[in-house]
């Protein structure tokens, strides 16, 4: 296979540039931030394009550019007030949803044919806003795990954490996110 | 007999280690007992199927 051309690389890097976007917003929580982590990440994948033939490698390829870009930009920022006030309250909701024994305060519904939504637009909305909804913190260790599919080692790793850290975060974010789409897509449906 | 928000974090822990032959056993038992707790298992299976074919994805 040859090598992409200037113009495959142009298109290819115009069709994930939204993607890229929305991966960064989600995970630095700045738009300026995250535009500028896109720009560094489009820049670096033109310089080094010309090694790839197929443009899904090629894609894969810019999105650990980008990962690494976000990686860098967490460490250099600091935890600020509202990212701990954000986590205390999510620990506190998880807290509420069990009994003094530790058992559901109230029982979680099934919830239907939930695949059935990956179809709907409306439905990937509630998502990305609850996955916005969620702490940076355990966002961002659960997109790197789902989204980007690192294990939970390298995760420790990129952010500096501990290992039981790291599954405490993973915990948070899916019981915080089943909670959000229990509440706001399939709260009432499945029942 | 395990409490059902212990149940959740191996659920979820499940989901990014393999459980100690202990852990899988007494899941499973709480599992057997628990409705509450085989829906947020299939919720958090949903969860890793939805992102993995979230519109960003390549």
Redesign the interface.
């Known amino acids: 296979m040859n090598p992409l051309n200037a113009e495959e690389v142009q298109s290819s890097l115009g069709q994930i540039r939204p993607r890229l976007l929305g991966f960064a917003r989600l995970q630095l929580r700045s738009a300026a931030a995250a535009e500028d982590a896109v720009q560094d990440t489009l820049l670096a994948a033109l310089e080094g394009a010309s090694g790839f033939t197929g443009a899904s490698s090629f894609q894969t390829w810019v999105f650990s550019i980008l990962k690494n870009k976000i990686v860098d930009e967490i460490r250099r920022s600091s935890r600020t007030k509202a990212d701990v006030d954000s986590e205390s309250a999510l620990d506190a909701a998880v807290s509420d949803l069990f009994d003094d024994r530790d058992h559901w305060a109230e029982i979680p519904s099934a919830w239907g044919d939930p695949h059935a939504s990956l179809e709907q637009k409306r439905f990937w909305e509630v998502m990305d806003a609850c996955l916005t909804n969620l702490p940076a913190s355990p966002a961002r260790a659960f997109m790197m795990r789902e989204f980007l599919g690192l294990e939970t080692t390298e995760i420790c790793k990129e952010l500096s954490i501990s290992t039981t850290n790291c599954w405490v975060l993973l915990h948070r974010a899916r019981i915080g996110l089943r909670e959000c789409l229990d509440l706001r897509w399939f709260g009432g449906r499945a029942k | 007999m395990m409490?059902?928000?212990?149940a959740?974090?191996m659920m979820?822990?499940g989901?990014?280690?393999r459980l100690s032959f202990g852990e899988r056993v007494s899941l499973r038992v709480h599992l057997m007992i628990c409705?509450?707790?085989r829906?947020?298992l299939?919720?958090?299976r949903?969860?890793?199927?939805?992102?993995?074919?979230?519109?960003?994805?390549?």
């Open positions: 409490s059902c928000r212990h959740t974090e979820s822990q989901q990014d280690r409705v509450g707790c829906n947020t299939n919720h958090f949903f969860l890793r199927d939805a992102i993995s074919s979230h519109p960003w994805k390549l």
